[in-house]
């Protein structure tokens, strides 16, 4: 509260030692910017009433004004929008983690609807759509023109009801149609498991749950494992993550860090700058650790990747990411609705900034493209080796155990190249983690 009153005393006294030195002038101008606002609003007074009055068909006032009032909020950037008492509602369900809809994270580009990300096992997901699609058309209509928020309301449905979505895909000659059946979302935040000696957490977005989704995860998998000691390290899978919570992403980042800062944020105002740091406590314990991020991560995820990046504690592999570098504070307005508007941008420890460069990982891995099934290799002959000769002499230099440990590590490698063929990116970070833990000494 302090704070606030300092600065206010000292706006005070300033304003009294510019009024004493130049006055007339600063009065002047001053009641000339003031008398040209409320020229404008008579003028937004008139054309309201005007619209009232002499449109073709009888409009409703209510929404007349929410129109004016979400056409300035999106006249500023394509974050920032009027949310209307559904809306907001809609946008505290989805923050807990279940809503229905088709499961993706969409901006606005060009005047059409680009997809930022579908989220993992959602409708939109298994309809094959992919991070930098263009929506053109919803059910044959045309979206260009339309607000985000307006676009958006098309794609909404009852659960079970079908929708065609036309999409522009870079690659692809033509347009083409996808069709979804919308469905209840429910999110998981995070998803854990083992990949041979590394352990796989998969975070699709950043909500109430992803914490301690996160801390729960690792900890089953690392007692799955019989202790820390027995994984090489922890691949955080951030593509396709959309974001979400800045205090999440904060939490995400801390769970990694045992000091130094995590994020910055700067706003309109030097004073209303923040600074995250972070606590005392590691849950991966030093072990090593990449993180996977594509063009579909944005926003939380790339204050994730941006902070463990700088901080030299993690291995950034992927592709470059989505590049939303601004924050959005949702401020509650009378009746129900609310005001999403962008007052800050954030800032990586380093202090770049990354609004719409996005985060550069520090070994670019293309996902390819999965071929059709027709036009799948088919898989090669095994390769004949000494084993396979009639009398070939035996191994007697190696135990029982020895040779179990053998067959059992080949077996993880061959886990591994067959996940190369489903997740060529996933499988090229658990190789950089192994090879970080073969030059580790061993303790």
Do not use: C, W
Not at 162 to 174: C, H, L, P, S
């Amino acid at each position: 509260m302090r704070r606030f009153v300092v600065a206010g005393l000292a706006g005070t006294l300033a304003g009294i030692i510019a009024t004493t030195q130049v006055a007339g002038p600063l009065v002047a101008q001053e009641a000339k910017s003031n008398s040209k606002v409320y020229e404008q609003l008579d003028l937004f007074g008139d054309i309201f009433e005007r619209i009232r009055a002499q449109y073709v068909e009888e409009v409703d006032a209510g929404e007349l004004i929410e129109a004016a009032i979400d056409g300035m909020l999106t006249s500023l950037d394509p974050h920032s929008s009027y949310l209307s008492p559904e809306d907001a509602a809609q946008m505290r369900v989805q923050t807990r983690g279940e809503f229905g809809g088709l499961g993706i994270e969409v901006t606005q580009e060009e005047g059409f609807v680009k997809v930022v990300s579908p989220i993992d096992g959602t409708p939109a997901d298994e309809a094959g759509i992919e991070a930098g699609d263009f929506i053109t058309h919803v059910d044959g209509e045309s979206v260009l023109g339309l607000t985000l928020d307006k676009a958006v309301e098309l794609m909404r449905g009852p659960v079970g009801s079908e929708i065609v979505i036309t999409v522009v895909r870079e690659g692809e000659d033509e347009p083409f149609d996808v069709s979804i059946i919308r469905d209840t979302i429910k999110l998981t935040a995070v998803r854990a498991r083992t990949q041979g000696t590394s352990v796989v957490l998969r975070v699709t977005t950043f909500n109430d749950q992803t914490y301690p989704n996160l801390e729960e995860g690792l900890k089953k998998q690392v007692e799955a494992a019989g202790g820390i000691d027995k994984i090489n390290g922890i691949v955080l899978d951030l593509r396709n993550n959309p974001g979400g919570l800045l205090t999440q992403a904060i939490k995400v980042s801390d769970a990694f860090l045992n000091s130094g800062e995590i994020v910055s944020t700067r706003g309109r105002n030097p004073e209303d700058g923040e600074r995250f740091n972070a606590t005392d406590g590691d849950l991966a314990q030093g072990k090593p650790v990449v993180v996977l991020i594509n063009g579909g991560s944005a926003s939380a995820s790339e204050i994730v990747a941006g902070a463990l990046q700088d901080h030299r504690r993690a291995i950034v592999v992927g592709t470059k990411s989505f590049g939303k570098g601004s924050v959005q504070t949702v401020m509650p307005l009378r009746g129900d609705g609310a005001m999403r508007l962008t007052t800050a941008r954030y800032y990586t420890p380093s202090g770049r900034s990354i609004q719409a460069l996005g985060v550069s990982p520090d070994i670019v891995v293309e996902q390819p493209r999965r071929r059709p099934e027709a036009e799948e290799e088919s898989t090669s002959p095994r390769a004949r080796s000494e084993a396979d000769l009639r009398g070939r002499l035996n191994n007697d230099s190696l135990s029982e155990d020895e040779i179990r440990q053998i067959e059992e590590d080949r077996a993880k490698a061959e886990a591994t190249a067959e996940l190369r063929q489903e997740d060529y990116q996933l499988a090229y970070a658990i190789d950089i983690l192994k090879g970080l833990s073969a030059f580790t000494p061993a303790k």
